[in-house]
């Protein structure tokens, strides 16, 4: 379990870096490749040029080739584009058909419904989702999020079904700051129970999601916010991710 936080570490600190900073990751990932100049892109979409752009940037996504077979794609926060399935069609893969695509993300919140995932489990995407132990982003969208009055869509349009409730997808690797041992310290393919219940949880009742709908969702959001926001603080924290798995892969044997 710990082998395949020690192949990926390099990710997580690439992560970091783009989190915070763009030029900090071009600059300081110094095992990185190719012109310094043509390390950052930014990918621009139809939707957020035209619709969200006064209150969203678009997502910046920073390049780095580690050699010549190896291509780095750090997505900082989560402005990703709506249309999210571009990246996956088949249709992109006819450039590189051999190509061996790894996605590793740090503490992601749900990304779609059963129908989208499904999809992505198809590609040729090995994805892992590391997430720290008491992050509260990886608990939303919700079962109260799908009830919310605008019907917020749960995968791109060309995936829309009346199933608006959000997935996870790929592996999860759970850490936990403390613990006695690396066993201890990490859940490979391990759900949080928290994450799991809501999951596998009944849609909401008519009792509660009629309220809801008539109001209720602000006062349901704002106590989930103020109870989120320490967590948030203290969990979700691209820094928090690096120090942990550092943390962890400093307790494995030396050979």
């Known amino acids: 379990m710990a082998q395949i936080l020690k192949?990926?570490?390099?990710?997580?600190?690439?992560?970091?870096?783009?989190?915070?900073?763009?030029?900090?990751?071009?600059?300081?990932?110094?095992?990185?490749?190719?012109?310094?100049?043509?390390?950052?892109?930014?990918?621009?979409?139809?939707?957020?040029?035209?619709?969200?752009?006064?209150?969203?940037?678009?997502?910046?996504?920073?390049?780095?080739?580690?050699?010549?077979?190896?291509?780095?794609?750090?997505?900082?926060?989560?402005?990703?584009p709506i249309n999210v399935g571009s990246l996956i069609r088949p249709k992109r893969w006819t450039q590189w058909p051999e190509a061996e695509i790894t996605c590793l993300t740090l503490g992601s919140p749900r990304v779609g419904n059963t129908n989208f995932c499904q999809h992505f489990g198809q590609s040729n995407i090995l994805t892992y989702r590391v997430e720290v132990m008491g992050?509260?982003?990886?608990?939303?969208?919700?079962?109260?999020?799908?009830?919310?009055?605008?019907?917020?869509?749960?995968?791109?349009?060309?995936?829309?079904?009346?199933?608006?409730?959000?997935?996870?997808?790929?592996?999860p690797i759970l850490l936990h700051e403390e613990g006695a041992s690396i066993l201890d310290s990490i859940g490979y393919g391990v759900e949080r129970p928290d994450i799991e219940a809501e999951e596998t949880a009944p849609p909401l009742p008519a009792i509660i999601r009629v309220p809801y709908e008539y109001g209720g969702f602000l006062a349901y959001w704002a106590l989930r916010s103020i109870r989120m926001a320490p967590d948030i603080w203290n969990y979700h924290d691209p820094a928090k991710y690096e120090s942990t798995v550092q943390s962890i892969l400093e307790q494995m044997p030396r050979k």
């Open 7 to 80: 192949k990926y570490q390099h990710l997580v600190r690439y992560a970091h870096w783009a989190y915070y900073d763009g030029p900090e990751f071009r600059s300081a990932a110094t095992d990185l490749q190719g012109d310094f100049r043509y390390r950052s892109l930014e990918i621009i979409t139809p939707f957020f040029k035209h619709t969200l752009r006064s209150l969203t940037p678009n997502t910046h996504v920073h390049l780095g080739i580690r050699n010549q077979h190896t291509i780095v794609l750090a997505f900082r926060g989560t402005d990703f």
């Open 135 to 171: 992050d509260p982003i990886p608990t939303v969208p919700d079962r109260f999020t799908q009830a919310l009055p605008g019907k917020l869509p749960a995968s791109h349009l060309d995936w829309t079904t009346d199933d608006k409730r959000y997935h996870h997808v790929g592996i």
